[in-house]
């Protein structure tokens, strides 16, 4: 008679047994919650496709974030939804635009959630893109002055991290500088350093009215396929003086995830984004797939990849699926 010398079975044989055995978790303290805030009030607009997810109103975004809170999510990341928007996209670093004035209650109300801005045009600009458009190009260096001043005027709303995600090249050392100047030397850059022109922000657009009015975002976005170029990207960001990275989005690129976590020992997070969450809504909603089960088993794989951190849609779920610890 054979018998296996080893046997990895008998480490798999009781739900205890692979619980001691688990190399990968998922915790709550590694989640980023997104929210959407609109002007108005008692506003609750539904995003068609990402059920779950609304367009909110700062006090109905305030009642969100108690819960948030009571979860033990250590931060969520804010996308505004202006009231009008221009060519110079100028809601996005107005004094009392819809994120200066959503981080201010929110710091008012919640002083320890750690806020997260994103920085970028895009939801400001009558054209939708993420710069300064002249003749049909997104231009980059004076769009550098115009986010610098948008991030400078989010801390000074009390914003606890800065995330760019324009891809503007030397966007992080211009923000950097800009922050330093202004007296937030102490507050750190959470940078999208590794954003692909991706199909998956699809629904997001859709939120945030964001699409672009013409052409696409392949000349600032990385091109799929790409990979060393993600890890110059990482190279750049991190002598510009970003703190944390970001690669995004995750599921179609654990690859680049697992390269970046190679050349960076800061904070690494990956961006469970909009399409992605749609994807698996739809199919739980058809019955196809275990929402639970396949959103856990992603979302541990984004750290099974070398993430530290997830921003996701499915925050508040994935915190209550850990409680019932089933
Ligand atoms: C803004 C921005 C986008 C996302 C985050 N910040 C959209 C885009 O680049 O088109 C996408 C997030 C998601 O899909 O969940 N530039």
Redesign the pocket.
């Known amino acids: 008679m054979y018998y296996p010398v080893t046997r990895p079975r008998r480490l798999r044989s009781s739900a205890t047994m692979r619980r001691l055995v688990r190399e990968n978790h998922l915790r709550v303290d590694d989640l980023i919650y ?1 929210l959407f805030v609109t002007a108005g009030r008692d506003v609750q607009e539904p995003i068609e496709s990402m059920p779950g997810i609304y367009r909110l109103s700062i006090n109905l975004l305030l009642a969100e974030i108690a819960k948030v809170q009571s979860l033990g999510i250590p931060g969520i990341l804010l ?1 505004g939804i202006p009231d009008s928007k221009d060519a110079a996209g100028s809601g996005a670093y107005a004094a009392n635009g819809i994120i200066q004035q959503a981080v201010q209650a929110v710091k008012d109300k919640f002083p320890e959630l750690l806020v997260i801005t ?1 920085v ?1 045009l ?2 400001y600009t009558d054209h939708g893109h ?1 710069g300064i458009v002249q003749e049909g190009k997104v231009l980059n260096d004076p769009t550098l002055e115009l986010l610098a001043r948008t991030a400078v005027s989010h801390a000074q709303s009390g914003a606890d991290i800065i995330a760019p ?3 503007m090249d030397g966007r992080v050392r211009a923000i950097r500088g800009a922050l330093d100047e202004e007296g937030f030397s102490g507050i750190p850059i959470m940078s ?1 350093s590794v ?1 692909y022109a ?1 199909a ?6 859709e939120a ?1 009215g ?2 672009p009015l013409f052409g696409d ?1 392949k000349s600032y ?1 990385m091109d799929p396929p790409n990979l060393r170029e993600a890890l110059s990207e990482v190279e750049q960001d991190i002598a510009e003086g970003a703190d944390m990275l970001i690669v ?2 995750a599921m179609a690129y654990m690859d680049v995830i697992a390269a970046v976590r190679e050349n960076f020992d800061g904070p690494l997070v990956a ?1 469970n ?3 992605e ?1 749609s994807m698996i809504k739809a199919a739980a909603r058809l019955g196809w797939i275990d929402e639970r089960q396949t959103t856990m088993e992603l979302l541990t794989g984004m750290k099974r990849a070398g993430a530290d951190i997830i921003i996701t ?1 499915h925050a508040p779920d994935v915190v209550r699926w850990l409680n019932e610890n089933v």
């Open positions: 997104p996308f994103d970028c895009c939801e993420c995600s324009d891809m999208y954003k991706s998956f922000y699809g629904p997001f657009r945030a964001s699409a975002r976005q995004k989005p961006y984004v909009s399409g969450y849609y």
